[in-house]
């Protein structure tokens, strides 16, 4: 708008400045022919110039009004101009503001990123590196002017190429792996890398980062507690044996020196060598047991009934059980309860699970075992990955077993028997782990124990399976 009224002055001035010359051209015209004598003549000169200084007054007029158009659009151009200069100082120091805090903020997080024990790097979606912190130039003997700006492939040509397939796959890597840090003569290094894809708050991938953790140092105290629970399990292996061992060999010597006596009686001597027979086998059992312990169980699984196997168990307990006035209720269908499974070792699982059960009911005045088995058709995904599976109960009215025990009843040597090993439940444990099954337990002191054995219908990786026609999936212990 100004610069069109600037135009019309100009235009206003201009045609006056020419009204002007015009006029007084045209009066110096009529001078040349105008008699001086000649009344007319003088009186005709006279309007002509007072025409002249009417129209040069009225230019004048017009150019005072122009100019002072004129200067009053200056000073607002000119107040327009300080405003507009102002307002960019203004933005130049809120920019100025801005970029020191993004500076600093940079130079911040920077510390933090090279304060970190491990590595951290970055890297975008071409796969050049953006970031190479401290940590991870110690652990790769890589400096950081070398690998930004290259790509990761070419800058850490000896490392696990994670980072990148994270760039392409879009999800997490990790993985462990050995490296000398650059120095082939030095101590190897057990190196964990981990990777992540790094997403904008439009989850709009931009990049992927990589985090190294040197876990040398944990991985040497991880053995070095081994080894300590290994000498401390040892250790307590061998008191244990020592006392299961010395309390029978004390009996058999005692029995050997009354044997000596020759005046000793048919009945003693026949007394005596009971008893040094009874510890035999006493120390027998336990050396079994041990051996049993202590070795990979193997198994013959053959896809059979479970029932039968039940009513085997419970006969061959059943005299423990007269003796011990114990009621014994079996609560399983005789058919159904198929699955695979290694007989002599199911056995064993139940053998050692029922005099468990009859020892914990001897303090009760009416003493029940009790012996369950169903089968269940819908796995969840905890168990078995939705395959069909048994569920064998030994559950008894006994004593119970406290919560600080209960945690440890399938811990080798933890026993609350006064003559008890501690391995009759970790041989159980291990003979449903040889099977690909489970064992549970429930107990609340002076109500009762239930022991669960769960077992899959079918094996992992068994063709035969009718879940396993459609879908092949892997169960993890």
């Given at each position: 708008?100004?610069?069109?009224?600037?135009?019309?002055?100009?235009?206003?001035?201009?045609?006056?400045a020419?009204?002007?010359?015009?006029?007084?051209a045209?009066?110096?015209?009529?001078l040349?022919?105008?008699?001086?004598?000649?009344?007319?003549?003088?009186r005709?000169?006279?309007?002509a110039?007072?025409?002249v200084?009417?129209?040069?007054?009225?230019?004048?007029?017009r150019?005072t009004?122009?100019?002072?158009?004129?200067q009053?659009e200056?000073?607002?151009?000119?107040?327009?101009?300080?405003?507009?200069?102002?307002?960019?100082?203004?933005?130049?120091?809120?920019?100025?503001?801005?970029?020191?805090e993004?500076?600093?903020?940079?130079h911040?997080?920077?510390?933090?990123?090279?304060s970190l024990?491990d590595g951290?790097?970055?890297?975008?979606?071409?796969?050049?590196?953006?970031?190479?912190?401290?940590?991870?130039?110690?652990?790769?003997?890589k400096?950081?002017?070398?690998v930004?700006?290259?790509?990761?492939?070419d800058?850490?040509?000896?490392?696990p190429?994670?980072?990148?397939?994270?760039?392409?796959?879009?999800r997490?890597?990790?993985q462990e792996?050995?490296?000398?840090?650059?120095?082939?003569?030095?101590?190897?290094?057990?190196?964990?890398?981990?990777?992540a894809?790094v997403?904008?708050?439009?989850?709009?991938?931009?990049?992927?980062v990589?985090?190294?953790?040197?876990l040398t140092?944990?991985?040497?105290?991880?053995?070095?507690?081994?080894?300590?629970?290994m000498?401390?399990?040892?250790?307590?292996?061998?008191?244990?044996?020592?006392?299961?061992?010395?309390?029978?060999?004390?009996?058999?010597?005692?029995?050997?020196?009354?044997?000596?006596?020759?005046?000793?009686?048919?009945?003693?001597r026949a007394?005596?060598?009971?008893?040094?027979?009874?510890?035999i086998?006493?120390?027998?059992?336990?050396?079994?047991?041990?051996?049993?312990?202590?070795?990979?169980?193997?198994t013959?699984?053959?896809?059979q009934?479970?029932?039968?196997?039940?009513?085997?168990?419970?006969?061959?307990?059943?005299?423990?059980?007269?003796?011990?006035?114990?009621?014994?209720?079996?609560?399983?269908?005789p058919?159904?309860l198929?699955c695979?499974?290694d007989?002599s070792?199911?056995?064993?699982?139940?053998l050692?699970?029922?005099?468990?059960?009859?020892?914990a009911?001897?303090?009760?005045?009416?003493?029940v075992?009790?012996?369950?088995?169903?089968?269940?058709?819908?796995?969840?995904?905890?168990?078995?990955?939705?395959?069909?599976?048994?569920?064998?109960?030994?559950?008894?009215?006994g004593?119970?077993?406290?919560?600080?025990?209960?945690?440890?009843?399938?811990?080798?040597?933890v026993?609350?028997?006064?003559h008890?090993v501690?391995?009759?439940?970790?041989?159980v444990?291990?003979i449903?782990e040889?099977?690909?099954?489970k064992?549970?337990?429930?107990?609340?002191p002076?109500?009762?124990?239930?022991f669960?054995l769960?077992?899959?219908?079918?094996?992992?990786?068994?063709?035969?399976?009718?879940?396993?026609?459609?879908?092949?999936?892997?169960?993890?212990?």
């Amino acid at each position: 708008m100004s610069g069109h009224t600037d135009q019309r002055d100009k235009n206003l001035t201009d045609e006056s400045a020419r009204g002007a010359t015009n006029s007084l051209a045209a009066s110096l015209s009529e001078l040349q022919g105008i008699d001086p004598n000649s009344p007319a003549d003088v009186r005709a000169l006279m309007t002509a110039l007072m025409n002249v200084f009417q129209s040069t007054e009225e230019s004048y007029q017009r150019l005072t009004e122009t100019h002072e158009r004129l200067q009053d659009e200056i000073r607002r151009l000119n107040a327009e101009l300080e405003s507009k200069n102002r307002e960019l100082e203004d933005k130049n120091h809120e920019l100025q503001a801005s970029l020191q805090e993004q500076q600093r903020l940079h130079h911040s997080l920077r510390s933090i990123v090279n304060s970190l024990h491990d590595g951290v790097i970055a890297a975008d979606l071409d796969g050049n590196v953006t970031l190479f912190n401290r940590r991870a130039a110690e652990l790769t003997s890589k400096s950081e002017d070398d690998v930004v700006g290259r790509h990761y492939g070419d800058a850490l040509e000896s490392h696990p190429p994670l980072l990148l397939k994270t760039l392409e796959s879009a999800r997490p890597e990790v993985q462990e792996f050995e490296d000398y840090l650059g120095d082939r003569n030095a101590k190897p290094r057990q190196i964990e890398v981990t990777t992540a894809p790094v997403h904008d708050d439009q989850n709009v991938l931009l990049g992927a980062v990589e985090v190294l953790r040197d876990l040398t140092e944990r991985r040497e105290m991880e053995a070095q507690l081994r080894r300590a629970n290994m000498l401390a399990a040892l250790g307590k292996v061998s008191v244990t044996i020592a006392h299961e061992i010395r309390n029978p060999l004390g009996a058999i010597q005692l029995r050997a020196e009354l044997l000596r006596d020759a005046d000793l009686g048919e009945h003693d001597r026949a007394k005596a060598f009971d008893t040094i027979f009874s510890a035999i086998k006493i120390m027998d059992n336990t050396i079994s047991n041990l051996l049993q312990f202590t070795r990979p169980v193997t198994t013959t699984q053959q896809f059979q009934n479970l029932s039968p196997l039940l009513d085997q168990s419970l006969s061959l307990t059943e005299h423990a059980t007269r003796v011990e006035g114990v009621e014994v209720q079996r609560d399983y269908p005789p058919v159904g309860l198929m699955c695979h499974v290694d007989d002599s070792l199911f056995i064993k699982a139940m053998l050692n699970l029922i005099l468990n059960a009859v020892h914990a009911t001897e303090k009760k005045e009416s003493r029940v075992v009790i012996v369950r088995a169903r089968r269940h058709e819908d796995g969840s995904a905890e168990l078995f990955d939705g395959t069909p599976w048994l569920e064998i109960e030994v559950e008894d009215n006994g004593c119970g077993i406290s919560q600080d025990m209960l945690e440890q009843v399938f811990t080798p040597f933890v026993t609350t028997k006064d003559h008890g090993v501690g391995l009759g439940l970790p041989i159980v444990h291990n003979i449903l782990e040889a099977h690909e099954g489970k064992v549970t337990v429930e107990s609340t002191p002076d109500v009762g124990t239930c022991f669960r054995l769960l077992l899959p219908v079918y094996r992992p990786g068994d063709g035969a399976s009718p879940a396993r026609l459609a879908s092949k999936p892997k169960r993890t212990l």
